[in-house]
C-alpha cells in the first residue's frame, strides 16, 4: 500500500502516557500491509505494532484506525517510521508531532531541535524558518535544494553527533587525553601499555559540538587474543569515524596508518611537557597540565563545523 491510507498523530508531541496515531483511508489494505491484526469496525483490540510496542488499535469508522502506543517520542517515531516503510505515508501539510507548528518546516525544525545533540544547534535551527521565508520558501517541499549546500552535511553534525576516534601506540596518553578533554575521569589511565583493553566511548562536548568519541586500545604487537580483538575494533572504529586523532608522544612519531583513511586526521603530539615533537603535529598537549586541550576542541569543532558553516547566513537543509 500505498497512498490509500496515511496517518497523522493525533496527541502533542513529547513524552506522554498514551500517542494516537490515526490512520485515514483503506484500513484492510493497512492491516493486511503493516502485519497489525485486523480489528473490526467499531471494535478494539490490544495489538502488536511492529515489535516496537504494544498497545490499543481501534477502529472507530470503516476508513479510521487509531494505533494507541505509549507516548515516548521514540516509540512514536520509531511506529510512524515503520508505518512511512509499510508504505503508509504522512498525510499531507500537516502531519506533525508539533501541533502548534504553523508549518511543515516549523514541524521540522521543532523536530530537529528536539533531537540536536550540539548547544551549537539551538539558535542556528531557531532562525531558519525566518531564513527560510527571506529565500522566497517559507513552506519548503521536503526535497527542496539546499540554499547553503555546501556546508548542509557540517551542520548536520550539529544535529547527530559525528564520531571522533583517538587512536596511536601503546602508553602515550590517550587516555589522560580523553580525560582532559571531557574535564572529569572517564577513562582508566596507567603506566602500562594495554590499559586500554576495550575502547571507552563517550558523548563530548568539544568547543560546542557534541561528538561520539572513542578513546581505543594502543596499537602493538600483542600475543594476548583478546587484545589482538581490541586492536582489530579499534581499526574498524577508526575506518567509520568522521574525524580521528592519530595521538603520538611528542618524543617518537606516531604510527602511519595502513591502509590510509578517508576520514580527517589530526596528528596529535602527546605528553610535551617531554619535549617539542620531531614531527608535524597539528595539536600540541600536555594533558594533565590543560596545556592544549582547548585548542585541540576547538580545532576538532572547526574540521568537522568550520566556523564559515556556523556563520553562514543563509537558510540550512536539517531535514
Ligand atoms: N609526563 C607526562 N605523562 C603523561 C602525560 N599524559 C599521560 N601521561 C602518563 O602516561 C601514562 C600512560 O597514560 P595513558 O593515558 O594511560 O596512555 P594510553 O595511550 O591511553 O595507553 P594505552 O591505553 O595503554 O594505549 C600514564 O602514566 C600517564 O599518567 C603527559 O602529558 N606528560
Ligand atoms: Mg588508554
Redesign the pocket.
Given at each position: 500500500m500505498t497512498a490509500r491510507a496515511c496517518w497523522s498523530l493525533r496527541t502533542p508531541g513529547g513524552p506522554g502516557a498514551i500517542a494516537i496515531i490515526e490512520i485515514e483511508g483503506d484500513a484492510e489494505a493497512f492491516f493486511a500491509s503493516t502485519g497489525i491484526a485486523r480489528v473490526a469496525v467499531g471494535r478494539f483490540g490490544l495489538r502488536d505494532f511492529f515489535g516496537i510496542d504494544r498497545g490499543v488499535a481501534a477502529r472507530p469508522g470503516e476508513r479510521t484506525v487509531q494505533l494507541m502506543p505509549h507516548a515516548g517520542t521514540r516509540v512514536v517515531r520509531a511506529i510512524c517510521d515503520a508505518l512511512a516503510s509499510a508504505g503508509v505515508r504522512e498525510r499531507d501539510g500537516g502531519v506533525s508531532m508539533y501541533p502548534e507548528a504553523a508549518t511543515a518546516l516549523e514541524a521540522r525544525m521543532l523536530d530537529a531541535l528536539a533531537r540536536a545533540a550540539s548547544p551549537l544547534a539551538i539558535d542556528l535551527l531557531a532562525d531558519q524558518p525566518r531564513r527560510w521565508a527571506e529565500a522566497g520558501l517559507a513552506d519548503p517541499p521536503e526535497d527542496a535544494p539546499a540554499p547553503d549546500a555546501a556546508h548542509s552535511g557540517a551542520l548536520s553534525r550539529l544535529i547527530t553527533p559525528p564520531l571522533v576516534a583517538a587512536i596511536?601506540?601503546?602508553?602515550?596518553?590517550?587516555?589522560?587525553?580523553l580525560n582532559a578533554l571531557a574535564g572529569r575521569s572517564v577513562?582508566?589511565?596507567?603506566?602500562?601499555?594495554?590499559?586500554?583493553r576495550d575502547h571507552v566511548g563517550v558523548l563530548l562536548d568539544l568547543a560546542g559540538l557534541v561528538v561520539r568519541y572513542a578513546?581505543c586500545?594502543?596499537l602493538r604487537e600483542s600475543d594476548n587474543r583478546a587484545e589482538r580483538e581490541a586492536v582489530e575494533i579499534a581499526l574498524a572504529i577508526v575506518r567509520s569515524a568522521d574525524l580521528v586523532l592519530l595521538?603520538g608522544d611528542a618524543g617518537a612519531p606516531p604510527p602511519p596508518l595502513d591502509p590510509p583513511l578517508s576520514a580527517g586526521v589530526i596528528r596529535v603530539a602527546?605528553?610535551?611537557?617531554?619535549g617539542r615533537p620531531a614531527w608535524p603535529a597539528d595539536a600540541e598537549?600536555?594533558?594533565?597540565?590543560g596545556e592544549g586541550v582547548h585548542a585541540l576542541a576547538a580545532l576538532v569543532r572547526e574540521r568537522l563545523v568550520p566556523r564559515s558553516a556556523i556563520d553562514d547566513p543563509r537558510a540550512w537543509k536539517f531535514w
Open positions: 596511536g601506540p601503546a602508553n602515550v596518553g590517550k587516555s589522560t587525553l577513562a582508566l589511565v596507567a603506566d602500562e601499555p594495554g590499559t586500554t578513546d586500545p594502543g595521538c602527546l605528553r610535551t611537557d617531554r598537549v600536555c594533558a594533565p597540565r
